[in-house]
């Protein structure tokens, strides 16, 4: 009876080890009043791969509290990174416009349609075309969307995603001056 009680309470250990590691990490919580919601923005890739030194990693991203990070590497030059900072607010003023934009209800993918032989024709072509992807997670949402040949008149995808691409853009610029 004794072995039956030991093995139960070893069991027992095991389980309450297991649910107080997974309870160990950290997950950010939202509030209410949004100040403590996890923001994280990013921008990678877009343009294209092409000219003498052409750039081989191209990222920005805007963090929580208000860090933003834009870091890149050419194929003959070394990964650079650099920092800037914008306040929590204007952080959280840019969640909020993406948020609003639809952001987290646009399709994962825009490719080139099957009519637009153009598109599908300019991924093949020198220089490549690197799609952009934007990423963005805002509390609990978190949303990728990839546009494959970013270039005006190759893919057809809501006008709001350049909205949200030059509002982001605009942000880092601000915060670099």
């Known amino acids: ?28 919580q939202s509030k209410e009043n949004g100040s403590d919601k996890f923001i994280e923005i990013s921008l990678n890739g877009g343009g294209f791969y092409g000219g003498i030194n052409p750039t081989t990693e191209n990222k920005k991203t805007i963090k929580s509290d208000g860090k933003i990070i834009v870091s890149g590497k050419s194929f003959y030059d070394d990964r650079t990174e650099n920092s800037y900072s914008v306040s929590r607010n204007e952080v959280e003023k840019l969640a909020d416009f993406i948020s609003a934009k639809g952001f987290f209800t646009m399709k994962d993918v825009y490719d080139c349609s099957a009519a637009n032989q ?41 006008a709001e995603l350049d909205t949200i691409i030059n509002k982001i853009n605009g942000l880092i610029d601000n915060a670099k001056k």
């Open 118 to 158: 153009k598109c599908e024709d300019r991924k093949h072509h020198y220089p490549p075309a690197v799609p952009i992807r934007i990423h963005a997670t805002i509390g609990d949402s978190d949303k990728t969307v990839t546009v494959t040949v970013h270039e005006e008149n190759m893919v057809e995808y809501p």
């Open 1 to 28: 009876m004794s072995q039956k009680y030991r093995i139960i309470g070893l069991l027992l250990s095991i389980v309450v080890i297991i649910l107080m590691k997974g309870c160990a990490r950290q997950i950010p």
